[in-house]
């Protein structure tokens, strides 16, 4: 398995020319399986005389969620790969009508309403949102479709029409927990990354990641697209890559079971109650039905006929 996983972090790097010569990558290290699976290849890929790329690792603690990855562990992971690690610290403000706490999560007097450390995020930041993040939120720019058009005129919407429309636009404004983790999570990193140097910040998004964000987009938003393997950023001097783009989720989650990577101490409380969650199981619903459903998502992205759409 691991020479497979190899295969296709080195197709990915060239297919989309994610490493260049002369490249410093900063890995965003979270110590979940995916982060440190892309750690140890680009550790063992940084040996390699060309294309010639200096890697160091960033962790960011989240004060104010209560998880908990093992420092001492991501540490020793680090030194064993040849990797420099920092570990950074922000938080940020959640507050209570921007999402429900259900009994299965912590009460609200256990998360410390901090602000962040880091200075307040670019705007393209917000505009590009649906492509960084790693949870679900609504892109606030998509206008919500009236639900009814019954007994109006032309041009004019019904009142229960606009009421609908103003009600999902409310919603598409909140920030679940898991919006604004990612958020600033990727604010202190591409701040750090700004700040020492480095070129591109590399995250450790597989395949099935990437293509269910595309069907959240589809579904949620309306739009066709998705986390690209290769990011310009507008407004910083940093492009994000994912090399694990093409590796199946099931191929890092058996490797990381043969090579003993150690789980975080406290998981994510807000880790399953996620739409990305929901349609991460449809689409394994859609594998079910296919089993080669997830290259024919894949190949959809390159295979647009537009004179075929409305």
């Not at 229960?160 to 604004?180: E, M």
Request: hydrophobic content about 35%; proline content about 5%.
């Amino acid at each position: 398995m691991e020479k497979k996983i190899q295969r296709l972090f080195h197709r990915a790097c060239a297919e989309y020319s994610l490493l260049e010569d002369g490249d410093r990558v900063l890995v965003a290290l979270s110590g979940g399986k995916d982060s440190l699976m892309l750690l140890r290849l680009m550790g063992k890929q940084q040996r390699i005389f060309k294309p010639h790329i200096e890697v160091e690792a960033v962790h960011v603690v989240m004060d104010n969620i209560p998880y908990e990855t093992d420092h001492t562990y991501i540490q020793r992971f680090c030194e064993e790969v040849g990797v420099r690690l920092t570990i950074l610290h922000s938080s940020f403000t959640i507050h209570s009508s921007q999402f429900t706490v259900h009994s299965s999560t912590p009460s609200r007097s256990n998360l410390l309403a901090c602000q962040s450390k880091f200075r307040s995020a670019p705007e393209h930041l917000l505009e590009r949102k649906n492509s960084l993040q790693g949870g679900e939120t609504p892109s606030p720019s998509l206008q919500a479709k009236p639900t009814s058009w019954s007994g109006e005129r032309d041009g004019e919407r019904s009142q229960s029409s606009i009421f609908n429309l103003q009600s999902n636009q409310a919603k598409r404004r909140q920030k679940t927990p898991c919006f604004l983790c990612s958020w600033n999570r990727r604010k202190a990193i591409f701040s750090f990354a700004q700040e020492r140097g480095f070129n591109k910040v590399a995250l450790g998004h597989h395949q099935d990641d990437i293509l269910t964000t595309l069907l959240m987009n589809m579904i949620y938003e309306g739009s066709i697209q998705t986390m690209p393997p290769k990011l310009k950023m507008k407004h910083y001097p940093v492009e994000i890559i994912r090399p694990l783009c093409l590796v199946p989720e099931k191929m890092i989650v058996e490797e990381a079971e043969r090579l003993g990577f150690e789980k975080q101490k406290t998981p994510c409380p807000y880790d399953r109650q996620t739409k990305r969650k929901e349609v991460n199981d449809l689409f394994h619903q859609l594998e079910a039905m296919n089993p080669e459903a997830r290259y024919s998502l894949w190949n959809s992205m390159r295979n647009i006929h537009p004179d075929l759409l409305v």
